[in-house]
């Protein structure tokens, strides 16, 4: 007990799972708590000051279930292993922490999301005139992303969150947060110190191994240039260290994810759109369970986080168009996804072999990906699209590691690398030598009971072998007395003997040793595979990239063919014409025909006010013209006959309220609160719905609001 509260008075604020043999075992208020969330058996363990000590505890061999668990509820977990063969321990089994998992650093396949991102987001902030500016940085580890933002303004960090969604919030220990934080789960709380910028700045320094930071496009030289976002930056490091005890190798570069190049939504617009979620928490029916076709789970998750930054940049979002159009000319795309079936999680594989938890399956699901690359190229080779060109180079060849793979990894290897039979025949000489001397056991056996029954002239006499005992010679009770004088006892069973001779306990000594020899060499040569392959680590996570685009293009083009979608064109001049234009998902949920809606608005005709009785699909037009909006910003086909759509910057809604109970607002503050937002953050170039204003009052005052509002979004913004 004197181990366990060592380790606990180190990690004082986390679960501590302590190694016992084949549990993890948890004591005192740990105990207690597991055992109300995980609903297992609390019992007790000895005693202390003369109480009894509460014990809860989870199999080793299925604890991952457990911890999955515990982090979906927002709990960390301090993992307190045995160290070294309990077998050679003198005295007491040495215990160490060797990671902590929290629910924004998890990495291990049964504890993750396959299609959502699992982020780590740190937050900065410092004064800006009248408003708060505040860093952001954020790390995917499951996948290898480092990334960082600086922002102005509640609004725009909430703004943030709504759009990353993290799993777990990193803030220094000080009062007056917004209330967009402080009801989120995750959030942990850290000494202010630790996000200071000079010093965040040393530790990325240190971490890249670099001189400045300008590579990586941060400039920290100018108050609002950076110094916020290293000052978050360098925090989250810090954490991730801490917590995981290990290098980082897969995080590679840290790059800056500026709002600007984004049509901005906030929070609210995301939550009116439903995006990928339904206020009612469905999923389902949403325009990411309508638009997701990808194969891969990494192409689902860069789907979502398209879904969420459409872009600004027009060129970027014509060349997907390109390839989209380009795919279906070619009708390719459906031999693409063919193939991609294939593939696998990629880009979280290549985390694991950085982090060294890679199991075997993750290598030969690596390996089976590598060598479909040639034919994917062969299909796309004819292309001229510059993006499927630069997808194409992206990826490239990789042919020597797919062929490697192939020669030191079995077909269809086990589980685990303990369980033995990873490495393929013939890959190791010596490996090769140690496995025959196991193999050839059986044979030697059966020679062996040949021989020992002609030479004793016992015809019932067997060779066998168990765990406890090893091999034996077994012999009935009515047989015992003809048992050879060279035979020495081993264990006497109700109705017979076991021996053992001088050839048999050689024999097993040898088998045994070579076994154990086997395993080690086994291992050993699979943690050199995973060296080879983290010296390759780059170029395979661009690799990764390029799939997880190409399956999304892949997924435009098939959504595109299968629900009759067309190619919108974005021009310069200031207009949204859509012409027979349908919502999504009201649509692909419909069982009678969705009737199209056209909508023209250009600078004589920049807004529109829509009257009509209620159910008469007033909102649903609304909401599909931005849905068609956003489809074309980020590389889709849009539901619509034809769609001509101008500079957009942001897109602005208010359609629904309800009470904010968490903040203390009726539905009409919540009205009146995101109406206020849209009439100081709207310009020119933006996209705004409003819907019923005014709805939350008395019918005259509702009024009024509707008119002013109408008329400050057509005379002033």
Not at 158 to 183: K, V
Not at 354 to 367: G, I
Request: aromatic content about 6%.
């Amino acid at each position: 007990m004197r181990q366990f509260f060592a380790a606990k008075a180190e990690y004082p604020d986390v679960l501590l799972f302590f190694r016992m043999g084949d549990f993890y075992e948890l004591f005192y208020d740990d105990a207690r708590k597991a055992a109300r969330l995980l609903d297992i058996t609390l019992t007790q363990r000895g005693q202390s000051a003369g109480q009894p000590i509460p014990m809860a505890g989870v199999p080793v061999h299925a604890y991952e279930g457990y911890l999955a668990r515990l982090v979906a509820l927002g709990e960390s977990v301090a993992i307190c292993e045995q160290i070294g063969d309990p077998a050679l321990a003198k005295g007491l089994v040495e215990r160490k922490v060797v990671r902590i998992v929290t629910p924004g650093t998890v990495t291990d396949e049964a504890l993750l999301q396959d299609r959502h991102d699992t982020l780590l987001l740190a937050i900065a902030r410092a004064p800006a005139g009248k408003h708060t500016a505040y860093g952001l940085a954020w790390a995917d580890l499951a996948g290898g992303r480092f990334l960082v933002n600086e922002v102005i303004g509640e609004d725009l960090l909430e703004a943030e969150l709504a759009r990353l969604d993290p799993a777990e919030i990193l803030l220094p220990d000080e009062e007056g947060w917004p209330i967009a934080l402080a009801t989120r789960a995750g959030l942990r709380r850290r000494a202010p110190w630790l996000f200071d910028a000079d010093s965040g700045r040393r530790q990325l320094l240190r971490f890249f191994d670099v001189h400045d930071l300008t590579g990586f496009g941060i400039d920290d030289s100018l108050p609002g240039k950076g110094a916020l976002a290293i000052a978050s930056a360098g925090a989250l490091l810090g954490y991730v260290e801490e917590t995981q005890k290990q290098r980082l190798p897969h995080l590679t570069s840290i790059r800056v994810e500026t709002s600007d190049a984004a049509i901005a939504m906030n929070a609210a617009t995301r939550r009116h759109l439903e995006l990928d979620t339904r206020t009612d928490g469905d999923s389902r029916h949403t325009l990411m369970g309508v638009l997701d076709s990808t194969v891969t789970p990494m192409g689902g998750r860069l789907l979502r986080r398209w879904l969420h930054r459409p872009l600004r940049d027009r060129q970027a979002v014509r060349e997907r168009h390109d390839a989209v159009a380009q795919l279906l000319e070619r009708r390719i795309d459906g031999e693409i996804r063919e193939i991609f079936r294939s593939l696998g999680d990629i880009e979280r594989i290549l985390a694991r072999v950085a982090l060294r938890s890679a199991r075997p399956r993750d290598l030969s699901t690596l390996r089976d990906a590598l060598t479909l690359l040639p034919q994917l190229h062969g299909l796309l080779q004819d292309c001229d699209s510059p993006r499927l060109r630069l997808l194409i180079a992206e990826s490239g060849e990789h042919a020597a590691q797919a062929e490697w793979l192939t020669r030191a990894i079995v077909a269809q290897p086990p589980l685990l690398v303990r369980d033995g039979g990873v490495i393929a025949a013939g890959y190791d000489v010596e490996l090769d030598e140690l496995r025959k001397l196991s193999t050839h056991a059986d044979q030697f056996l059966i020679d062996l009971e040949a021989r020992e029954r002609e030479a004793s002239g016992i015809p019932t006499l067997k060779v066998g072998y168990n765990r406890v005992h090893g091999y034996y010679i077994e012999i009935s009770k009515g047989q015992a007395d003809k048992a050879p004088v060279h035979y020495t006892r081993r264990q006497t069973l109700t109705g017979a003997e076991r021996y053992i001779t001088e050839e048999l306990k050689q024999f097993e000594d040898k088998v045994l040793s070579a076994r154990e020899r086997s395993l080690a060499r086994e291992r050993g040569l699979y943690e050199a595979i995973l060296d080879e392959l983290n010296l390759h680590l780059e170029p395979l996570k661009r690799c990764a990239a390029a799939l997880s685009e190409l399956d999304v293009l892949a997924c435009y083009a098939e959504r595109a063919q299968a629900l009759d979608w067309s190619r919108p064109l974005l021009s310069e001049e200031p207009q949204l014409r859509i012409e027979r234009g349908r919502h999504p998902v009201v649509e692909a949920v419909r069982e009678d025909p969705f009737e199209p809606n056209d909508l023209h608005l250009d600078p004589q005709r920049r807004m529109l006010i829509i009257t009509g009785p209620n159910m008469g699909g007033k909102s649903t037009y609304m909401r599909q013209n931005a849905l068609i909006v956003l489809l074309a910003h980020i590389g889709s086909f849009v539901p619509a006959a034809s769609a001509e759509i101008g500079p957009i910057d942001r897109i602005l809604t208010r359609i629904g309220a309800g009470d904010d109970l968490a903040r203390g607002q009726s539905t009409f503050m919540v009205e009146m609160s995101e109406t206020s937002y849209i009439l100081h953050h709207a310009t020119a170039q933006s996209l705004v719905l409003m819907d019923e204003i005014g709805r939350g009052t008395s019918t005259y005052d509702g009024l009024a609001l509707a008119e002013a509002c109408a008329r400050h979004l057509a005379e002033s913004n």
